[in-house]
């Protein structure tokens, strides 16, 4: 089945710190991967998608198929940063997959 | 265009009522998603209809869960009866691209 792990709950760092939030998908065809950012109390918004190689707020995530991941980086945080994050996946149609999430908290 | 629309914003209900979660999506989007969102399970997919017709209501609960697209631009998410376990914030979303609405926070005591 298909499935998206994201194994931390909860990372924390201080601002200007390196940000790696860990995404691990199961599939065997080829998925279309998501980020998804949550700030306090507002609605689900698309941070960046595979497919489109961009970089979003200083964010960028790397499919790596070998090893079946799709990880979020940013190598300085801000306070700005801190929200729930979430992976998610879509194999054949708009239906996504969304990993349990992770809450990012940026300390000054 | 206002995004996606949801009513209401917040629901305090007590247990064994009717809820009915409300839902806009935004103008010419041809899927739309209804989503629970708990701090244990994340978010969980609970129905998705394409073109008003519900594809895939594998994600629902339960029978006291029920979920109507009548038209394109309208749909409800509806528990009957309620219970404190459903406590939870409800998303609704509508593609291409998966636009979110705000959300409704429903708590049952």
């Known amino acids: 089945a298909q499935r998206v792990t994201q194994p931390e709950k909860l990372l924390s760092v201080f601002k200007g710190a390196p940000v790696e939030l860990k995404c691990n998908y199961s599939?065997?065809?080829?998925?279309?991967l998501f980020w998804y950012v949550q700030y306090s109390r507002q609605r689900l918004q698309l941070l960046l998608r595979?497919?489109s190689r961009e970089s979003i707020k200083g964010f960028t995530a790397d499919l790596n198929k070998g090893e079946t991941s799709f990880h979020l980086k940013k190598p300085f945080a801000q306070e700005e940063d801190s929200a729930m994050y979430y992976c998610?996946?879509?194999?054949?149609?708009?239906?996504?997959?969304f990993g349990t999430g992770t809450r990012l908290q940026v300390f000054p | 265009d206002a995004g996606v629309i949801q009513s209401p914003r917040h629901e305090v209900t007590e247990m064994g009522q009717e809820v009915t979660l409300r839902c806009k999506p935004i103008?010419?989007?041809?899927?739309l998603f209804w989503y629970r969102q708990t701090m244990m399970r994340g978010l969980e997919l609970l129905i998705y209809?394409?073109?008003?017709?519900?594809?895939?209501d594998s994600g629902m609960p339960e029978d006291r869960f029920s979920a109507k697209m009548p038209n394109a631009s309208f749909s409800t998410l509806k528990i009957q009866p309620s219970e404190p376990r459903d406590s939870a914030v409800y998303f609704c979303?509508?593609?291409?691209?998966?636009?979110f609405g705000p959300g409704t926070r429903l708590t049952v005591t």
């Open positions: 599939y065997s065809g080829s998925p279309e």
């Open positions: 998610a996946l879509t194999y054949n149609t708009d239906k996504l997959i």
């Open positions: 103008s010419g989007h041809d899927y």
């Open positions: 209809f394409n073109n008003n017709v519900p594809i895939d």
């Open positions: 595979h497919i």
């Open positions: 979303a509508s593609s291409p691209q998966q636009y």
